[in-house]
Structure formats: C-alpha cells, structure tokens
C-alpha cells in the first residue's frame, strides 16, 4: 500500500477536512498575534516609518533578527500543533500515516536528504563566494550567532515540517481522495505552495516569476514524496535548505534576516535562483532513485489510487 492510499485510514468524511482546515488557519491566526503586539508596541513607543507597517521586510528590521524568527515561527508552530491535534482527534489518524508508508518513520533516509542537499547549499555558496567575493561580506559575530543556532535549530525545523505536513502530507492525501489518482493533488499543492510565498520579499524584489521557482519546488518535493511513499526526503531537503542557508548567509531582501555567517550586498538575479532548481534537481532525483531503486515512474507519479478497503479484500 503507498503512501496516498495511507489517506483512506481514519475518519475521512468531508466535514472533518473543513474542520481541521478551520482549525489550523485558526493557529495560524493566534501565532501571528504576538507580531501584531509587537508591531504596536514599537510603533508607539519609537521612531519608526508608519507608512511601511504594512512591510514585513522594514517590520522585521524593527527587531533583533533572532527575534524577528521567533516572530516568523510562531505562526507555523500554532499551526502545526493545529493540524497535529487535527489528525489525531478529529481524523483518528496515526501521525505515521501523515508521515510514511513504511511501519515507522525512517530516520536514515531524512538525513542522507539533509546531508546532501546541505553539501550541495555549501558547494554552491562557496562558488559564488570564491567567484565573487566582494559581493559577500563577512557578518560572523560568536554570540549572537549561537543564539542563531539554537533558536533555528527548534524553529526552522518546525517551519517546515508545518510546510510539509500541510501539502506533501494533509493535503496531497485528502485530494488524493478525491481525485483517485496521484497526478492531481501533486500539481494542485504544488501551485497552493507556490503561491503561499507570494508574500515573501523575495517575490517584490525579483518579481512574479520566482513563483516558478517556490512552484516547481513544491513539485519536486511532491515527486519525492511520491517517489519515496513518504515525507522522509522531502523533510530532510527542506530542512536542509532552510536551516543551512539562514545560518551560512543573509541579505537584507531576504525573509530569513539573520546572524549568519555572510551576508549578501548582491542585487539578486534570477540565474542564480533557476540554476540550482533546473540542475540540482535532477541530480538529486536521479541520485535518490539510484539509492533507494525507484521504479515504475509513471504509475507512481500519474497512476490511480485503490481504497484501502479494496486493497485488504484483494489481500495486498
């Protein structure tokens, strides 16, 4: 049984998804909360730009930027604790099976993920360091970037594991549901994770079309998650290219503003944002498929799903 078909256990009556769907906007409406007070409180109490409020690159520079993550994260925290209690009290579902196919979650497979595209991070950084080292200037301060480290070691974590839970996991299996076929719900969240960075700086700064970008990385995610029959690679990537990023280099049009190790004076380009996803990727799938012997591509990607009561009466 694969990893979309772990959707059909449970309670999965409609009312429920628009529950817990309720549920989790809902935390991440509490979770912003304290931004909103904070916000407030500065622009009361100092000298502040009012009409650049609505800003949240200007409002994050307001604080100390390991404050400004616990700010960031606190939505994402709500939310997944949100969708945690969703799962388990209102779908009666395992958090297993939001997770994986496999009886357990395999922790090798999330780490051989965040090991690899970590070295990809750091080999691809240093290119651009060593061809270009005025553009990037040194930014390392001991203490505030142990702060760094360990708030971003707790949060970023939990950061994207809401972003996976919610489309490679929730999402993907409901409309696989629906749909009963995986090619569906891997395009449909892929567009929805796109789209959920429209508000990122980074989209005013180089414009509408890095939504490709946010847009097929959702899809190679999805395809890993598909591919795999679980979220352990999809995870350890994105844990990988969050974590390792915030804490190698920052830049001030960035949404992870942090006491990183460098900090980039570039004007950002779009070369250096589509060569990795047109180049990397597919290393890294043919990689992944290589190690973990993938097979059967199509089916995988674009076949039908079978209701997990059919697949019990046939003995699968």
């Given at each position: 049984?694969?990893?979309?078909?772990?959707?059909?256990?449970?309670?999965?009556?409609?009312?429920?998804?628009?529950?817990?769907?309720?549920?989790?906007?809902?935390?991440?409406?509490?979770?912003?909360?304290?931004?909103?007070?904070?916000?407030?409180?500065?622009?009361?109490?100092?000298?502040?730009?009012?009409?650049?409020?609505?800003?949240?690159?200007?409002?994050?520079?307001?604080f100390?930027?390991?404050?400004?993550?616990?700010?960031?994260?606190?939505?994402?925290?709500?939310?997944?604790?949100?969708?945690?209690?969703?799962?388990?009290?209102?779908?009666?579902?395992?958090l297993?099976?939001?997770?994986?196919?496999?009886?357990?979650?395999?922790?090798?497979?999330?780490?051989?993920?965040?090991?690899?595209?970590?070295?990809?991070v750091?080999?691809?950084?240093?290119?651009?360091?060593?061809?270009?080292?005025?553009?990037?200037?040194?930014?390392?301060?001991?203490?505030?970037?142990?702060?760094?480290?360990?708030?971003?070691?707790?949060?970023i974590?939990?950061?994207?594991?809401?972003?996976?839970?919610?489309?490679?996991?929730?999402?993907?299996?409901?409309?696989?549901?629906?749909s009963?076929?995986?090619?569906?719900?891997?395009?449909?969240?892929?567009?929805?994770?796109?789209?959920?960075?429209?508000?990122?700086?980074?989209?005013?700064?180089?414009?509408?079309?890095?939504?490709?970008?946010?847009?097929?990385?959702?899809?190679?995610l999805?395809?890993?998650?598909?591919?795999?029959?679980?979220?352990?690679?999809s995870?350890?990537?994105?844990?990988?290219?969050?974590?390792?990023t915030?804490?190698?280099?920052?830049?001030?049009?960035?949404?992870?503003?942090?006491?990183?190790?460098?900090?980039d004076?570039?004007?950002?380009?779009?070369?250096?944002?589509?060569?990795?996803?047109?180049?990397?990727?597919?290393?890294?799938?043919?990689?992944?498929?290589?190690?973990?012997?993938?097979?059967?591509?199509?089916?995988?990607?674009?076949?039908?799903?079978?209701?997990?009561?059919?697949?019990?009466?046939?003995?699968?």
């Amino acid at each position: 049984m694969g990893y979309l078909e772990e959707g059909f256990k449970g309670a999965t009556d409609w009312w429920r998804y628009i529950a817990s769907i309720v549920l989790v906007l809902l935390g991440v409406f509490f979770g912003s909360i304290p931004l909103s007070f904070a916000i407030v409180n500065v622009a009361e109490n100092s000298d502040v730009d009012a009409t650049k409020l609505n800003d949240i690159t200007y409002v994050l520079t307001l604080f100390d930027s390991n404050i400004s993550l616990i700010y960031m994260v606190l939505p994402f925290v709500f939310g997944l604790v949100a969708l945690f209690f969703s799962v388990k009290f209102i779908h009666d579902k395992s958090l297993t099976s939001l997770t994986t196919a496999r009886k357990k979650m395999d922790w090798k497979r999330f780490f051989f993920s965040f090991g690899i595209w970590s070295f990809f991070v750091v080999f691809f950084f240093g290119i651009q360091l060593l061809s270009a080292p005025e553009l990037f200037e040194w930014n390392f301060e001991l203490i505030p970037f142990l702060g760094l480290f360990a708030l971003a070691l707790i949060l970023i974590p939990i950061q994207i594991a809401f972003e996976e839970y919610v489309f490679r996991g929730y999402l993907m299996q409901g409309l696989a549901m629906v749909s009963k076929n995986r090619w569906f719900p891997l395009l449909v969240t892929s567009v929805l994770f796109g789209l959920m960075h429209y508000e990122n700086p980074e989209i005013d700064k180089l414009g509408n079309v890095l939504l490709l970008y946010y847009v097929g990385t959702g899809l190679f995610l999805g395809v890993l998650a598909l591919m795999d029959e679980g979220l352990e690679l999809s995870l350890g990537f994105h844990a990988a290219n969050n974590l390792v990023t915030a804490l190698l280099v920052t830049a001030d049009w960035t949404a992870f503003q942090t006491h990183s190790v460098f900090k980039d004076l570039s004007e950002p380009t779009l070369f250096w944002v589509f060569v990795p996803m047109l180049v990397l990727y597919p290393i890294l799938l043919f990689l992944f498929s290589k190690k973990y012997k993938w097979n059967n591509w199509k089916e995988k990607l674009s076949g039908t799903i079978t209701e997990i009561h059919e697949v019990e009466e046939i003995g699968i």
